[in-house]
């Protein structure tokens, strides 16, 4: 780099020289720019760009978003009229930052396919629950819940019951699919009048016929049996639990089947 003193002045000469032929190609002000460079880079995308977004297929497909990556619009706490201080929109994400119970969509839902990213903090617990009714006090009196965890850091983790991915205490998740706490993880869902199919980063890892003489079987073996009304709804609020953990959701979609 040349650099001139201050007070000094360069011979128009040297200017000449360093600038060198003129360019065929300019900014709209004059300026020379290499015809290979562009005159202002793209800003890079934010979380919420970048995220919780649906292409034009994905709309024609019958997808909509049920998180926008920007407002909490489309929610509500369990047996609340608006969303509790415990949740939060952080940096794109649906976060479960303090204490505020379960969160719903306002919307329910019969027959859908539902896609949805979590991730956990270390050693932490939630789940995801279909069809769940506000006719008793808690949500899981309900909504069966698929296990969301920290498999590796968590008690649950050791029991394929209660693993991540699971159909929490009735239908075994396989090993070695779950990513480690602070990655992301996928679900997909797919529930077709008694037919409940959950799929783990791309990973078919449950299937189970509601109402079937197999599920009546479980459901009278475990807890569940104490609560008459669970799993027994044809439709219901797509639900996330607080189970005191930090917990972040994005990309958070749905089709309903018809």
Known sequence: MFRTRVGSVTPLALVLALAGPAS??????????????????PAAATPQ??????????????WRLLFD?????????????????????????????????????VEQFSDFELSI??????????????????????????????????????????????????????HPAPEGVVRPAGEWNHF???VDGARVEQWMNGVHVVTYELWSPEWEELVAASKFAEWPEYGR??????????????VWFRNIRIRELR
């Open 24 to 41: 065929c190609g300019g900014s709209s002000d004059g300026a020379d720019v290499p015809a290979d460079v562009p005159e202002s880079a």
């Open 49 to 62: 760009e970048a995220h919780n977004t649906l292409s034009a297929e994905e709309r024609a497909e019958g």
């Open 69 to 105: 990556g920007r407002s909490t619009e489309g929610w509500r706490g369990y047996g609340l009229d608006e969303v509790p201080d415990g949740w939060a929109v952080e940096d794109g994400t649906l976060a479960r930052v303090g204490p505020g119970g379960d969160l719903i969509t």
């Open 117 to 170: 990213e979590w991730k956990v903090e270390a050693g932490g617990n939630s789940g995801l629950f279909i069809r769940a009714t506000e006719d008793a006090s808690m949500i899981y009196f309900s909504a069966p819940e698929i296990q969301i965890l920290d498999d590796d850091g968590h008690a649950d983790g050791g029991s394929p019951l209660t693993s991540a991915g699971s159909n929490f205490a009735l």
């Open 188 to 190: 997909r869902i797919v």
């Open 233 to 246: 709804a044809t439709r219901g609020h797509i639900g996330i639990q607080d189970h005191g953990d930090v």
